[in-house]
């Protein structure tokens, strides 16, 4: 287990009175105290640590938002940002002595401009929230991580997420123009706009990723982009890994970039088959799903011209869907894998690193033998153009040795990761999760050099602590204090 | 003209870093020196360059990474991906002209001043595809970014933080690119419009129709506009969509095509601001703006007797006027009230050192840009005064 710091006595000792202060603060029902509203919050997609925080407070404004950082500066309180609570990596995690500032209730949707192309939404509008709002006019706000239905844009600027079409369109950072960002001194900045590039520091471009780690986002302006014509999914299983990789290779060398580009092993195409009833074949030991834009007679001529290339790889087989709906059946089991081998498994970590995609069959073997030598099974998934990869470790929450046998199971993984040329996390972000893992990646200086950014926001460290920077070596100033 | 250090790799940076730390002596940060003028001039007796860093240190075509050390001249780059037909995706000017400078601009000048082409509008900026650093701190220390993948949020984005800060937090002595590969052709459409405002509602419908517009530049000819949207993919992808396009297009005025070689020495000039005309006593004004006020940006410079180009559908404004700080303030006050934000690009020295050259930035902002600075550049050694005023 990653260890918390301790929380700080003359803190909790005073629950009354903050939460007193933060209902002032936020009037009406803006405030949660007792022990069974908090407990939603005692957690978020990283469910195997669980901490319940002093209070939760949701504001509905930015100017709330304000006076809660301010409050929570003065009185040296922690602060704990949240959006949805779906973070893999332990973003959202409460500490004892942390207000919890929930989102959620700035989702409103402020402004659409079509002919600029970009939307103006409150940070606690959901990632599809925003699709939604402008599909009907043709357009799509591009980032869609797996849990786009519920994860909420301002947690996306905060972990920079990516999703399975950032192959062709990006991650969070590529796709916004701005931020109102509120400092732990309870200022209101505005970071950006509604244009490109002005010069001068790139504070949106350091914002966005930071964790939580620098100030919270209240209202994100993005980028909305035209949807193409239509797009359509081919499926290409191989008779090995490194074929399949090879195969990646050559369609990247061909000059396409598909729009995505996504890699199964065998036992997530097991588990996802019999979850979904996609048809994928049971017998491949690699597959990829391969999705192209454009008109139909694009997506023809680009579709044609990746089954050529897969032909010289040997395949099992190769299927290019016909249809919108054949499509769809063959993204159905690729979206649906957390859900499938959650049904195969209790409980499941996903893990996110990222290598050079040249590496995948070396590290896929590796992961093969880890999985015997910690008797735990593994499936992976595989953003296939852009090196990153998710293995999901099974295990059982229930058997205390189980769970840390996945944990240092899930940790060797990263560090293979590191090894081979690439990081820790793709999409994830650091967390509590990876945090101590850090120093895998940085040197110590390095990290010095991070946590000194970091201190020129938030001096004090108050915000979301105990994530992202392990607690020894260079202690913050607030943790070295106790 | 100060004594320039020119290390031929990244120790001797450490130690001239070094040096100049004990001796509390600030450095002027410079690559190749190709934009040598753009912002304020650096009071330092030394110069550090880094156009002794030079070569590929990595490239894997098939990974779509490139790594280079922070001299090496951008054609070099160029040349070295189009060898395996790939290319950088922010199409990145050089900017000779503007500046009247011959040296070749460095990959590491490029990422430092974060310069973006005409693609920008589409496929993103410079700094969006930067992936890893490396760059010494003040403190004389190797900080390493980022890395060598495409997808990486592994601690805070250092690359993004150092792109564009014009050697003021860090030496870049390394960096790494996404690059992709090469579209097969390109075609432009050039519509003849009466006025700005038509020129870019054209631009826009062509940013918003699902053909994948790549550019989008405005040009003012003589008593109309000629509003340019390109294509770029395989072949017979782009006649496919320029049919289109041309439908969509087909009420904004009388349209013309031009092909391959002929479209691409078109946004060879657009990246290079060579439409604009500017003379050589003339200053030049960049602004930012939401693509839609572009054409006000522009009629209030206008109005100065000063002239014009729009590239990112509207939202780049290029202004060419006297350099004059009453002209400075009437353009960064027109910006301001569109919403939007204007840089001094080219001056005399003697305007650049009376006006703020970048967009002024909120109080409590600066205050905490001030404790960037110091944390990345505690002694204050480089290049100071060279973004904002002491």
Partial sequence: ?482 | MSTVIAPADEAGIIAAVQAARAAREPLAIEGQGSKRGLLRPVQAARSLSTRGLTGVTLYRPSELIISARAGTPLAEIEATLAEKGQHLIAESPYLNGVFGTSAPPSIGGVVAANLSGPRRITWGATRDHVMGLRFINGAGEVIRSGGRVLKNVTGLDLCKLLSGSYGTLGVITEVTLKVLPAPEASATLLIETPDLTSAVAALSAGLGSPYGVSAAAALPVKDHVIAAVRLEDFAASVAYRMEKLRGVLGNFGAQRVMEDGESRAFWRAVREVEPLQAVADEAIWRVSVRPSAGPEVAAAAMALGGRVMLDWGGGLVWVAAGPSSENHTAITASARMQGGAAMLFRAPESLRLAVPVLPEEAAPLAKIGARVKEALDPGGLFNPGHMRAA
């Fill in chain 1, 1 to 482: 287990m990653i260890a918390l710091p301790a929380p700080k006595a003359e803190i909790l000792a005073r629950r009354e009175e903050i939460v007193a202060a933060l209902s002032a603060l936020v009037p009406g029902d803006g405030v949660i105290a007792e022990g069974i509203r908090l407990k939603p919050y005692e957690t978020d997609g990283l469910a195997a640590y669980r901490q319940m925080p002093l209070a939760v407070v949701l504001p509905s404004s930015t100017e709330q938002v304000a006076a809660v950082l301010r409050y929570c500066h003065e009185q040296g309180i922690r602060v704990v940002p949240r959006g949805a609570g779906t973070s893999l990596s332990g973003g959202a995690l409460p500490l004892a002595d942390a207000v919890v500032v929930g989102l959620m209730r700035l989702n409103a949707i402020h402004e659409v401009n079509y002919a600029d192309r970009y939307a103006v939404v409150g940070a606690g509008v959901t990632n599809i929230g925003i699709t939604k709002a402008v599909e009907a006019e043709g357009f799509f706000y591009a980032p869609d991580p797996s849990s786009q239905l519920a994860c909420m844009i301002g947690g996306n600027v905060m972990m920079n997420s990516g999703g399975a079409h950032c192959l062709k369109y990006g991650v969070t950072a590529n796709n916004l123009l701005g931020v109102k960002f509120v400092t732990i001194e309870g200022e209101v900045l505005d970071i950006g706009g509604t244009y490109l590039d002005a010069a001068g520091y790139d504070w949106l471009g350091l914002i966005t990723g930071s964790e939580g780690q620098l100030g919270i986002v209240t209202e994100v302006t993005v980028r909305i982009l035209r949807s193409a014509e239509g797009a359509r999914a081919m499926l290409a299983a191989f008779n090995s890994i490194e074929i399949a990789g090879a195969a990646v290779d050559a369609i990247i060398g061909s000059g396409i970039i598909p729009v995505a580009l996504e890699f199964m092993d065998k036992p997530c195409i097991h588990a996802c088959e019999a979850f979904a009833h996609a048809g994928y074949p049971l017998d491949a030991e690699a597959l990829l799903i391969i999705e192209v834009e454009g008109s139909i007679a694009e997506q023809d001529a680009l579709l044609a011209r990746i089954k050529d290339i897969c032909a010289r790889f040997d395949p099992i087989s190769l299927k290019v869907a016909e249809t919108a709906e054949q499509s769809l059946a063959i993204w159905k089991g690729r979206k649906g894998a957390f859900g499938a081998v959650g049904r195969i498994s209790p409980d499941y970590l996903c893990m996110d690193g990222t290598i050079p995609t040249s590496e995948l069959p070396r590290v896929l073997r590796r992961i093969g033998e880890m999985s015997d030598q910690y008797e735990l099974k593994v499936a992976n998934v595989f953003h296939a153009g852009d090196g990153n990869l998710h293995p999901l470790i099974m295990f059982d929450a229930n058997d205390a040795d189980s769970f840390r046998r996945a944990e240092t199971f899930g940790a060797d993984i990263l560090k293979l990761c590191v090894e081979v040329g690439g990081c820790l996390t793709g999409e994830h972000g650091v967390g509590v999760e990876k945090r101590d893992l850090m120093t895998v990646q940085f040197q110590p200086h390095e990290l010095a050099q991070q946590r000194a950014i970091k201190s020129a926001f938030d001096p004090a460290w108050l915000l979301n602590p105990a994530k992202v920077f392990p607690l020894e070596g260079a202690l913050s100033p607030a943790l070295a204090a106790e």
